[in-house]
């Protein structure tokens, strides 16, 4: 669970506890991302869980240039203080330029670096600097001990590292990826808590010309496996109505379902615990 002392979270990430990341893809509108927040937040306290509130406010990567990009920087950071602020989850957001950094720093939680952006030097480290918590999602494009560069990328700014890693599937050839469960393993050998993104890892990216697919009945699989192997937090995107979500429709977890979701989820990671 998170600890709430004056309007500031503390977050443990890496401890027994299994964490869970959610929330939607893209913030579409303020009372739709606060919806979303209040039921995460009513899950988190009846789950007994941490949930770390996700939403972007610009998808700067899309398949297509017509594609919807959320609703701004100034605008998003607004929404999102709102539900740090009025729903009381801690938040994250992606931050995909060195310039937006500080202005996001400001309002959230954790700072998030997207895949494609994995390599980008001075965009971690400015991150880094902060001292938030980061999340740096792994490349579909790198093998799982190359994240270690990226660990040495944020010890050269700080030595309090609050570094989260997330795997979210590596490409396969066109169109497909594949989660390597092995490389989760290599991954927990560097040091940092590891994250598991189920629903961006069910994706098949341009799949579907302009836009990206999906298996959103890979989703639980997926999520089970990695808990199994012994993650620190699951990662998953949900929206109420998923076919009208504007990103990432095809593997959305219908909001409904996401109780239950993460309740069979600490379920296996109890079990895994008590196997040792």
């Known amino acids: 669970m998170i600890d709430r002392f004056n309007g500031d979270f503390g977050l443990h990430v890496g401890s027994p ?12 509108s303020r009372e739709l991302t606060l919806s979303i927040a209040e039921q995460l937040a009513k899950i988190a306290r009846s789950a007994e869980t941490t949930i770390i509130f996700k939403a972007s406010y610009d998808k700067a990567n899309r398949s297509s240039a017509a594609s919807p990009r959320g609703v701004g920087l100034d605008e998003g950071l607004r929404i999102l203080e709102s539900v740090r602020r009025e729903v009381g989850l801690p938040v994250l957001t992606d931050v995909h330029e060195t310039f937006q950094v500080a202005g996001a720093a400001s309002v959230v939680d954790v700072l998030q670096i997207p895949a494609f952006l994995c390599r980008q030097t001075d965009l971690i480290q400015a991150a880094a600097k902060t001292g938030k918590w980061l999340n740096v ?17 944020v010890q050269e700014v700080r030595a309090d590292l609050r570094l989260m890693l997330t795997e979210r599937g590596t490409s396969f050839g066109y169109n497909r990826l594949v989660v390597d469960m092995a ?3 290599v991954m927990q050998e560097l040091g940092c808590p590891l994250i598991f993104d189920a629903t961006h890892s069910a994706q098949t ?7 990206s697919g999906g298996e959103v ?29 504007a990103s990432d429709a095809a593997t959305m977890l219908p909001l409904d379902q996401a109780e239950r979701f993460i309740m069979q989820l600490q379920r296996l990671h109890q079990v895994r615990m008590t196997l040792g």
Not at 222 to 236: K, W
Request: proline share 10%; net charge negative.
């Open 17 to 28: 506890e299994l964490i869970f990341i959610a929330g939607p893809c893209v913030i579409e």
């Open 183 to 185: 490389g989760l393993a």
């Open 137 to 153: 999602k792994k490349g579909q494009f790198m093998a799982p001990w190359d994240m270690r560069q990226v660990i040495e990328k």
């Open 217 to 245: 009945q890979a989703v639980m699989p997926l999520a089970r496996a990695a808990v199994a192997v012994g993650v620190s937090g699951i990662f998953f995107e949900t929206h109420p109505d998923p076919p009208l979500a």
């Open 205 to 211: 990216p341009g799949s579907e010309g302009n836009r």
